[in-house]
């Protein structure tokens, strides 16, 4: 009685039947600040030229000296606050991990180990175990077979490191929790976090255990440069380990790399004994103590560092779920921070109700959106847009028309009624001129009165197409209706 296919798709559920996955992640984010974390250079490693935002200090020429950027300090502190974190208020360090490798020209990394900036906190229901500041390394680029280049740029700038407890269960729900994380650094202004431009960098720890056994052997996953890759590169693992589990085989630990092509994980390297990166901390930069520099400049006081921080992604869903946005309307607009707070903006203007609200999110992501984007339309040009079409001034069409135009700038992308006026998209809703367009097709129209008396619905329409052909399409239909029956005696 079983058919072929569903026996083959018992057997792929079957492999993870029984046990338990678990994954930790850890992932870099390059932060936006202006200069490098030690060092005066440009932070924008890729608008210029390799090697060209480099200097002795990111070069590590002997006898230089790091200073730490208070920017990218106070990015991580912000971070910290907004998942919930304690932060190390009183005493942080930097400590040097010593290793040797082209990409690192100190034989260093400037990072943090046994005083983490941030330490706990939570973020989509997942524990967090630290954030902390680093400095990135520089970029290689593999030009052919034998040949690596190095564009020190990238050399010294900014990293945040965030590491998660093991407690994250599948695929899907990493990527969900990255993508989260992504929406709180563009929120905060921490991080543009663009995976695809290595901004962001998801590694995945991922181990397969019996249900109810302690944690199994973990092997890390790198190269996951998109949502997709990091959900389907952990899925693919914890069916391999769990595969190579149930018949008796056991896992090594390991680092593999995801295919993209292929869509599985590949060896990279075996974990040679645990790397000893002889941590100790950088003599050259001072310790941060936070009561003392907060004394100096309130702004880094916990209250005005909380203060600083923007309605935070979950709050901002909490809100649009009050106008009653849907849920797709919630995430498009949270998803896109400068999105969304176009639409605070024009929400404000609009006078602040929950119908507006509804109104010009539909508008901006169906018909904006749509059309391309913002362009030159204002915040107050979509709300007074849809403020006439509230006053039925505007058709749903002339919405869209006016639109059009203010996202090409017309009207300084803001005067919705004067461009609706200037290509005559305002609806006649005023009674006056009504009534005489009324009066028109009454006096031309006896036959179809006549039907419409005797009971033709029909009668009615082809009354309303007469009107709105009279005023050449500028009548507000309803209105138009209302005084056609409120005009027709029937005897
Ligand atoms: P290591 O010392 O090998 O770097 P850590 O304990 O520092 O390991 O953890 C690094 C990352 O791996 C963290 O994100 C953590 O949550 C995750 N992790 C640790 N043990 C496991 C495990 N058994 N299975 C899955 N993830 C794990
Ligand atoms: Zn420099
Ligand atoms: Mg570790």
Known sequence: MHGKGLCATMELTDTTMGFRATIGLEIHAELAT?????????????????????????????????????????????????????????????DRKNYFYPDIPKGYQISQFA???????????????????????????HEKEGVTLLDYNRAGVPLMELVTEPVIRSGEEAAAFARELQILLRTLGASHAQMEKGEMRVEANVSVAPEGAPLGTKVEVKNLNSFRAVEKAITYEIERQAKLLSEGGVVQQETRGWDEVREITVPQRRKEAAHDYRYFPDPDIPKLRFPGIAKEDPSWSIEQLRASLPELPWERRERYAAFGLSEDQREALVADPSLADFFDRAVASSGDTNEAARLIANYLLTDVIGAGGI???????????????????LSSRGVKEVLGLLRQGEGEGREARSVAEHHNLIQVSEEGALQAIVDRVLAREQKAVEEYCAGKEAAMQYLVGQGMRESRGSANPKALRALLEESIKCK
């Not at 490098?36 to 390799?50: I, Q, S």
């Not at 230089?64 to 005493?91: D, F, Q």
């Not at 900036?117 to 902390?132: D, E, P, T």
């Not at 362009?375 to 001034?393: T, W």
Request: hydrophobic residues 40%; aromatic residues 6%.
């Open 375 to 393: 362009a030159q339309l204002k915040p107050e040009g979509i709300a007074e847009a849809v403020q006439l079409y509230q006053e039925s001034l």
């Open 34 to 94: 202006r200069s490098k974390m030690f060092c005066r250079c440009p932070n924008n490693p890729d608008a210029l030229p390799p090697n060209t935002a480099v200097c002795p200090i990111c070069l590590a020429h002997p006898g230089t000296l790091p200073v730490p950027n208070k920017e990218a300090v106070r990015h991580i502190l912000r971070i910290g606050l907004a998942v919930g974190g304690s932060l190390a208020w009183e005493y942080s360090e930097f």
């Open 115 to 141: 005083y983490p900036l941030v330490q706990g906190g939570s973020l989509r229901g997942v524990a967090i175990r630290r954030i902390h500041l680093e400095e990135d390394t520089a970029r290689s680029v």
